[in-house]
């Protein structure tokens, strides 16, 4: 699995994990502390995210970071 593929199974994990509990990106990025736009990229692979942006979103759907990976 290429890095790029493995970036967007990862940010469909973590869409599907927020939609399944009906929050926003807004919602999201204000609840952890980064811009919405910022989850977006993350969501669809666009971007790599750090890794307490990651337990930041955990911590938000109380979910363990290897839910994600």
């Known amino acids: 699995m290429s890095n790029g ?3 967007k199974l990862v ?3 973590v869409k599907a994990a ?3 509990r009906k929050m926003t ?3 999201v990025g ?3 502390g980064i811009h919405y ?3 977006s990229f993350l969501e669809n692979g666009k971007s790599n995210m750090h890794l307490l942006t990651l337990k930041g979103i955990a911590d ?3 979910m363990n970071v ?3 990976l």
């Open 5 to 7: 593929e493995y970036l």
């Open 11 to 13: 940010g469909a994990k």
């Open 18 to 20: 927020r939609r399944k």
């Open 25 to 27: 990106l807004q919602q």
């Open 30 to 32: 204000k609840d952890i």
């Open 37 to 39: 736009s910022s989850i």
């Open 60 to 62: 938000l759907f109380k």
């Open 66 to 68: 290897k839910d994600f």
